[in-house]
């Protein structure tokens, strides 16, 4: 159904449930007429009649009955019956409307009650008579009553009523389109706003009401229009501004999300306390940094969350003042029982924008300075242990040379053991620079390997071959295993001496004496191996690995009895990683160690690619 | 006869220095490493201990920490040689008393004018 017949709707029913409202008080009023014209006019009635002698109402024989006059004489359409009863009810004359009996009735035996008025049932039917009584007498006495019967009124009409209704009811009819069509008429204004109104969701679509106003909405209708025209205007102004809003919120999200993601990238811990000591900006690393959930600290005083006694002075510095200067302190902490860290706290003022002398909090940056802390350890380590390798030797030549000034003179067996322990002593040292040099280059990224197509078995020969006609090692027996039928391996050969120098130089040096020092190579499709074993202490699991960390040196009293520096084993592995090889061992101890070195064939572009 | 041990790992240093010394006419007794040096001296304390730092088992800071610990009443004199010269990597020494640091290269001649300025090398003990 649609909205606008709606009224037109209401409208009938409205008037239908008027005309059954007004039927009803009709009805309703010429009932109670009826009853009252019953009531009266029986009751004046019986009273004149009453006033009569019994005998006059009582006709003679052969007599027409006073009775009879009265029915003829009625006006009343409700009239049913007039009776004359004796003193005990008995009926001495009567007169009915056709088809009516008079019903029985009782009346009082007191004279008070003698003069009435009731409701009595009739005999037959459903009807109900309002009867009106009162006593008749005769010469002083009394000799009867008299009862006279009216119909009493029912609710509702006859068939004779209709033309009285539709008469009464036509005026209604018409009037009720009529006033609907006028209504339709007069708010169809109103309708166009209704419409106006249902197009604001749409704001779009919003435009003036164009009026065809009736006289009275006239003004009405110019105000509304100038009123939707003026919110027109306003709602526009309003979306400028949200648009205008909306941008810069989006630049300063974009603004405020960029500086976030930079300070979340940043490597330190950034924290930023307020005037009121709260923390008003944390970054993600301090999770890392002080064990805290950054979430749960936010908004909350330092002594509230920060459970580190060490560091709440050094948070809390310059709480509750309007000046401080930047503040740098270093404590060691060890957080959620892992490895102590060194925290550098720097605590800056920060300033109200263009007023440098009031602060409205402070920035906390907590850097991470363990490994700064660990490097400078490691170097200290490194100066402590190449002082005392280079001096070491340094000592020996010292003394020996010395001792040479004294002894020398007249002891010619001294002098050639000072001569052969300057000699060794030089050797290592030169050996020792050597490897350091080399080892520094590496870890400045220096050493470039300059690769050649090299012939292995000519190669290790040649290195192999220094060792064995040194007289230094002439109680050392020599094993060389290399096929003279080998691929040529792309390497750089300088580099790759000092490896296998290193390797044969700790077979010697740690081999029992009398031991056997043996290299050898092969090849496979893939590759090439070269071994390098001895007879040894060999190397026990304790050691394991580190044998190829820079420095270590094995607690073994065997082992520690050699001149060592840590670096021969750690510098040969550099170079074969440089080279993309390999390098482990394999060993027993107290009888032996081999060193494997494994080398992928490589054609040389690849391998150039490679080292590019 | 002045007593004096020698620890050093390093068995050049301690062949020249025990020969030296022993021909000035010190009683000399070696050690390769602080742990022997330790039980040797608990055992006879000696008149001077000359000792490197940097050895197996035990190392020179560590043997003079046990000595001074074992025998406070010590009045024997602690020659320490060292390759580092900063004050930090001597702070240790504080605490004990009787000791000199002689940086290498040592000089004999040095540290037998040393041994002479505190002992005649011949007197008996």
């Known amino acids: 159904m649609q909205s606008n017949q709606r009224p037109g709707l209401i409208m009938i029913v409205a008037a239908l449930l008027v ?7 009709l009805f309703d009023y010429e009932r109670n007429n009826r009853v009252e014209l019953a009531r009266g006019q029986g009751i004046d009635l019986v009273r004149l009649l009453g006033g009569m002698p019994f005998n006059q109402l009582v006709p003679a024989t052969g007599q027409q009955s006073f009775l009879e006059v009265l029915k003829r004489g009625q006006s009343n359409a409700d009239f049913a019956y007039g009776a004359i009863v004796d003193v005990g009810g008995q009926i001495s004359s009567e007169v009915t409307r056709s088809g009516v009996i008079i019903p029985p009735a009782t009346i009082a035996a007191e004279p008070a009650n003698w003069l009435g008025q009731h409701i009595v049932a009739a005999a037959t039917g459903d009807a109900r008579f309002i009867e009106s009584y009162g006593p008749v007498f005769q010469d002083g006495g009394h000799r009867g009553f008299v009862r006279l019967g009216y119909f009493e009124p029912e609710f509702g009409f006859g068939y004779g009523d209709v033309p009285f209704l539709a008469t009464l009811m036509l005026p209604i009819f018409l009037l009720v389109p009529l006033f609907y069509l006028l209504m339709r008429r007069e708010f169809k204004p109103l309708k166009q706003i209704s419409e106006r109104f249902g197009k604001l969701a749409d704001p779009a679509g919003l435009s003036p009401v164009e009026l065809q106003p009736t006289a009275e909405l006239s003004d009405f209708m110019a105000q509304f229009s100038g ?89 809390t510095f310059g709480d509750g003042k309007s000046a401080m200067q930047a503040n740098q302190n270093t404590v060691d902490l060890r957080i959620h029982g892992e490895d102590v860290s060194s925290l550098q706290f720097n605590v800056y003022p920060l300033f109200i924008p263009n007023d440098d002398s009031r602060i409205l909090g402070r920035l906390v940056v907590i850097r991470d300075v363990s490994e700064n802390h660990l490097m400078r350890e490691r170097q200290n380590e490194f100066i402590s242990h190449i002082s005392h390798e280079l001096k070491t030797p340094l000592n020996v030549l010292s003394m020996y040379s010395e001792s040479l000034l004294t002894e020398g003179a007249d002891n010619e067996e001294y002098r050639i053991e000072a001569v052969n322990v300057i000699h060794d002593e030089v050797e290592r040292l030169s050996n020792l620079i050597n490897n350091l040099l080399a080892i520094n280059q590496y870890e400045l990224g220096g050493i470039v390997a300059q690769r050649d197509n090299v012939r292995m078995h000519e190669f290790l020969e040649d290195i192999f071959s220094g060792f064995a006609r040194s007289k230094k090692y002439q109680n050392v027996e020599f094993d060389l295993d290399i096929p003279h039928e080998m691929s040529l391996v792309y390497i750089d050969k300088d580099l790759f001496r000092i490896a296998i120098n290193n390797l044969l130089t700790n077979a010697i040096k740690y081999n029992r004496p009398g031991g056997r020092v043996s290299m050898s190579a092969s090849e496979s499709p893939d590759g090439i191996e070269i071994v390098v074993a ?34 021969g084993l750690s510098l040969a592995k550099q170079i074969v990683l440089m080279h993309h090889g390999e390098i482990d061992f394999t060993s027993e101890v107290d009888k032996g160690t081999r060193f494997f070195i494994r080398l992928e064939k490589m054609p040389s572009h690849i391998m150039d690619a490679a080292a590019s | 006869m002045t007593r004096i041990v020698i620890a050093d790992d390093e068995p050049h240093v301690l062949r020249v220095l025990k020969m030296s010394l022993e021909k000035e006419g010190y009683s000399v007794e070696v050690c390769a490493n602080g742990r022997d040096a330790f039980e040797l001296i608990q055992r006879a304390p000696p008149d001077v201990l000359i000792t490197d730092i940097q050895m197996p088992l035990m190392d020179g800071e560590e043997l003079c920490r046990n000595i001074q610990q074992s025998i406070p009443e010590r009045k024997f004199l602690i020659f320490v040689l060292t390759s580092r010269t900063e004050i930090e990597h001597r702070q240790w020494s504080r605490e004990i008393s009787n000791l000199q640091f002689l940086e290498k290269p040592v000089s004999i001649r040095e540290l037998s004018e040393k041994l002479a300025r505190n002992f005649d090398s011949t007197a008996a003990d």
């Open chain 1, 227 to 315: 009123y939707i025209e003026a919110t027109q205007n306003r709602i526009e102004a309003l979306n400028k501004q949200h648009e205008e809003l909306q941008m810069s919120g989006k630049l300063l999200t974009y603004r405020n999300n960029r500086i976030d993601a930079i300070l979340q990238k940043f490597p330190d811990a950034i924290m930023v306390i307020d005037e009121a000591g709260e923390v008003s900006y944390v970054n993600d690393k301090t999770h890392r940094l002080l064990g805290v959930e950054p979430g749960s600290i936010l908004g909350k005083k330092i002594r509230e969350w920060c459970n580190i006694p060490e560091i709440i002075p050094l948070l």
């Open chain 1, 19 to 25: 005309m059954l409202a007004m039927g009803y008080l």
């Open chain 1, 534 to 567: 001895d007879e040894g202490y060999g190397i026990d699991q304790e050691d394991g690995q580190q044998v190829f960390n820079k420095f270590f040196r094995s607690t073994n009293e065997n082992i520690r009895k050699q001149v060592g520096h840590g670096l």
